[in-house]
């Protein structure tokens, strides 16, 4: 089974609609993929209704971003979002959203490029972020392309970033779990730690109730992969693909063959 685990809507920071994303996804091979829009499951019903139209099995998700140090987003699949502690979590998380938002618009206007905020804000159908504030760059005429405006003022660790301190990864992880859902690591490749300092750390994730990783990464080279990938299965996860996608005029969907133990760990049967 080809599948794609790990996705945006316009819900988050992604251009297309839970229902557009479904029909890419299958025109770009997938058997099954997820909407995993960062910090909100806004849009998880709209891609299920999709995806059983066109025959596409559906994981429901969600991206949650926290920070120990540096960014760790957290996958978290089935969770349920009924859960009083998810509601708790997602209110806070979109007012937390809304004050890095400002803090970002008002950076961006200390060097030298300012932004409407109402205009800005209103490119995001729910929580802010980044990538709405890097449009309004662009839209400005500050940078040519969004990821322009990543590599040189947004990223982690650049002179317009601001740190999501919301909440930590393992109280995202554990949160996946007391709201019934499947706690997978995203994108290890990209977490900016020690190298010698991520295992250890992977491994008291996994104890606090991490049940799989995201070693299959976009195009993330194979020894990467492989490195991931031991790790996981050292500490009894199981391995996802990600792509990661959100525009197509940024990306495109990465489906891959998943194992039989994620298949089963993911309900796809």
Same mark, same amino acid.
């Given at each position: 089974?080809?599948?794609? @685990?790990? /996705? ?12 557009? @994303?479904?029909?890419?996804?299958? &025109? ?7 909407l995993t829009d960062h910090d909100t499951m806004a849009g998880v019903d709209e891609a299920e ?6 025959? $596409? ?10 920070? &120990?140090?540096?960014? *760790?987003?957290? $996958? ?10 998810? =509601?708790?979590?997602?209110?806070? #998380? ?10 970002? *618009?008002? #950076? ?10 109402? =205009?800005?804000?209103a490119l995001a159908r729910r929580n802010p972020s980044r990538a709405h504030a890097a449009m ?10 969004? =990821? ?10 650049? &002179? ?5 301190? /919301? ?17 997978? @690591? ?18 008291? @994730? ?51 063959? *998943? ?8 309900? #796809?049967?």
């Amino acid at each position: 089974m080809k599948a794609d @685990l790990h /996705a945006h809507s316009y819900y988050s920071d992604g251009d297309l609609s839970p229902k557009e @994303l479904a029909q890419y996804m299958l &025109d770009a091979g997938a058997d099954a993929f997820a909407l995993t829009d960062h910090d909100t499951m806004a849009g998880v019903d709209e891609a299920e209704a999709a995806a059983k139209q066109l025959g $596409l099995k559906f994981v429901p998700g969600v991206e949650i971003s926290s920070y &120990d140090g540096c960014d *760790i987003h957290v $996958l978290g699949y089935y969770v349920d979002s009924s859960n009083p502690k998810f =509601k708790k979590f997602d209110n806070e #998380l979109s007012e937390s959203r809304e004050l890095r938002f400002k803090r970002t *618009i008002q #950076l961006l206007c200390e060097h030298g490029m300012p932004l409407d905020y109402e =205009k800005v804000r209103a490119l995001a159908r729910r929580n802010p972020s980044r990538a709405h504030a890097a449009m309004g760059m662009v839209d400005a005429g500050y940078e040519p392309d969004v =990821k322009s405006c990543f590599d040189k003022w947004l990223r982690a660790g650049g &002179d317009c970033y601001v740190p999501n301190e /919301a909440i930590t990864p393992v109280e995202a992880v554990r949160l996946i779990c007391d709201c019934g859902g499947i706690a997978v @690591l995203a994108h290890p490749v990209r977490i900016r730690m020690n190298p010698n300092k991520l295992p250890p750390y992977i491994e008291m @994730l996994t104890k606090n109730g991490l049940s799989g990783i995201e070693a299959s990464y976009k195009q993330a080279q194979e020894e990467a992969v492989r490195r991931f990938a031991e790790i996981g299965v050292k500490n009894g996860l199981f391995i996802t693909n990600g792509g990661d996608f959100h525009s197509p005029t940024r990306s495109r969907p990465v489906p891959r063959e *998943i194992s039989q133990e994620t298949v089963k760990a993911l309900k #796809l049967l």
